[in-house]
């Protein structure tokens, strides 16, 4: 079981006995200096702490507040879908307008900060570091409009620092433990440098209670499996479905054929998969449609 699993995730740093794991790891990140970081977080939508395994995939992300009032939404993906950084940024925005009531003033609005960890995907092949953090700033001068926002993304695939040595911060040895803290399990060696950090070893605890659990482990592989050969399935039908669009474009022997073919291909697809009571947000991800195209589907 991978910790950047959204289920194994909300399991160990998601519920109420585990939410002190959770600061711990975001102050890594987020790299507050003393007098500001977070003493204590509220979680807006606590996971279960027994039955995690039977929610509902479609809540995917973790929101949480802390006791200076800022916000947090943080998410994993394993895979994330090519629409994603645009799905951050629109959810960001939501969570800083649902903090004021109506006749309240802009000036109440606190500081929203979204956290996405993802496992194997590259997000920004630009970008070298795994860690980037976004804010609003001047494009062409170091200026920045105001922090109430900010975007911090953690690519693991970029973290590439595997020996203790290079482990210079904590925010190294949490990235470390996030990307094999499922092979260590399995070996049942974690490095000293890991244990060492008191934080740490309080989500490594965690992380063994639910692996320990050999039926909850189990019924967690069934439903990756079950979820990776869904997704597998309908990425099959949608592709057998563009192909013949395009086939269709191809013999009318013009563009718009092409993509309306694929166009309305893909609006088959999501009809099924609403037929079958799918979650919109794993329509999007396998379709590439907008939650507008989706909602027009009678």
Do not use: C
């Not at 995907?121 to 980037?132: P, T, V, W």
């Not at 040895?173 to 399995?186: F, T």
């Not at 073919?261 to 998969?273: P, Y």
């Amino acid at each position: 079981m991978r910790l950047v699993n959204d289920k194994v995730f909300k399991a160990v740093f998601g519920t109420e006995s585990s939410k002190e794991i959770l600061a711990f790891l975001l102050n890594a990140i987020l790299d507050y200096p003393e007098e500001r970081k977070i003493t204590e977080l509220i979680l807006l939508n606590p996971s279960s702490e027994t039955n995690f395994a039977e929610e509902k995939t479609a809540i995917m992300d973790l929101k949480a507040k802390d006791k200076q009032g800022r916000s947090y939404n943080i998410e994993v993906q394993i895979i994330p879908p090519n629409d994603y950084v645009n799905r951050v940024v629109f959810y960001l925005s939501k969570l800083l307008s649902g903090q004021l009531k109506a006749g309240e003033k802009y000036t109440q609005l606190t500081k929203t900060i979204s956290i996405s960890i993802v496992g194997d995907k590259e997000l920004f092949a630009g970008l070298d570091d795994f860690h980037n953090i976004f804010r609003y700033k001047h494009i062409e001068k170091d200026y920045e409009l105001g922090d109430v926002t900010e975007l911090h993304f953690i690519e693991l695939t970029k973290f590439i620092k595997t020996r203790p040595e290079e482990w210079h911060t904590k925010l190294d040895k949490w990235v470390n433990l996030l990307k094999y803290g499922d092979m260590y399990q399995e070996s049942g060696q974690y490095p000293e440098e890991l244990l060492k950090e008191k934080e740490i070893a309080m989500a490594i605890e965690q992380f063994g209670k639910i692996s320990a659990d050999e039926s909850l482990r189990y019924r967690l592989m069934d439903l990756e499996r079950a979820e990776r050969d869904r997704i597998s399935d309908i990425q099959n039908a949608l592709d057998e479905a563009m192909l013949k669009g395009m086939m269709e474009g191809k013999l009318e022997g013009k563009l718009e054929g092409k993509l309306e073919g694929i166009f309305e291909a893909k609006l088959g697809i999501a009809a099924q998969m609403m037929a079958n009571h799918l979650p919109a947000s794993l329509i999007m991800q396998v379709t590439g449609l907008t939650q507008d195209e989706i909602n027009k589907i009678n």
